[in-house]
């Protein structure tokens, strides 16, 4: 079954120190995979994606994302993050499986908290 | 913010009742999919219009339904509402379908069922 996971359900970093949010994922075929934020009581913001090319994606408000197709994984990264930073962010992953939808599977959320 | 809108952005509704969301879709966009995010999960899929025909759905029951308009513009209708109805409906709209393109999400409806 097509599946995201991410380990960590929180992740704390100081201001101005590098992070990394961890994403693996299992799926049949090519991945297409994406990283969302959310915001307390706001819909989701696309930062970025990978689809083709260059395993290193660059996204949105200084986000990036490596993608490693031997781990299976799609790490988000920045290098040097911000209080504002603070949010919920989601790993997915486009279910080839079904149809022409484009159905996004998504894993369970990290919560990224940046203290001053 | 992206252009996609959704109201109302709060409802409370009792167990039994009837409920229709709205979504208008980001100009251009013929495709709108519906999410529901239980509180502490991801979003899960519930179904996709495109060109106002349904193109795809999940596990939901059939008491999810759904509707697009010649604008794109979508509804999400859930009878016989049940409490594990209660979470956050979310709208993505997108340039077509497909795996390639993303979804751009609106701010959510946060329905809560008592």
């Known amino acids: 079954a097509q599946s995201v996971a991410q380990p960590e359900d929180q992740v704390n970093v100081a201001e101005g120190n590098p992070l990394t949010v961890k994403c693996t994922y299992s799926v049949s075929g090519n991945p297409y995979l994406f990283w969302y934020v959310q915001y307390p009581n706001r819909g989701l913001q696309f930062l970025l994606k990978?689809?083709?090319?260059?395993?290193l994606v660059k996204g949105s408000y200084g986000f990036e994302a490596e993608f490693n197709k031997s781990q299976t994984s799609f790490h988000l990264k920045k290098p040097s993050a911000l209080v504002s930073d603070s949010a919920l962010y989601f790993c997915?992953?486009?279910?080839?499986?079904?149809?022409?939808?484009?159905?996004?599977?998504f894993g369970q959320g990290t919560t990224l908290q940046v203290k001053p | 913010e992206t252009g996609v809108t959704q109201s109302p952005t709060h409802l409370i509704k009792t167990r039994g009742q009837q409920v229709t969301l709205r979504c208008s879709s980001q100009s251009g966009h013929n495709t709108v999919s519906w999410y529901q995010q239980a509180l502490g999960q991801g979003p899960q899929f519930i179904f996709q219009?495109?060109?106002?025909?349904?193109?795809g759905r999940g596990n939901f029951p059939p008491r999810f339904s759904g509707l697009q308009f010649p604008n794109y513009s979508s509804e999400l209708n859930v009878n016989a509402l049940e409490l594990d109805d209660s979470a956050l409906y979310l709208c993505?709209?997108?340039?077509?379908?497909?795996?390639?393109?993303?979804?751009?999400f609106g701010q959510g409806t946060r329905l809560t069922v008592v």
């Open positions: 993505a709209s997108s340039l077509e379908p497909g795996l390639r393109t993303e979804a751009f």
């Open positions: 997915a992953v486009r279910d080839p499986l079904g149809g022409n939808t484009g159905k996004l599977i």
């Open positions: 219009y495109y060109r106002e025909e349904e193109n």
């Open positions: 990978y689809i083709t090319g260059d395993n």
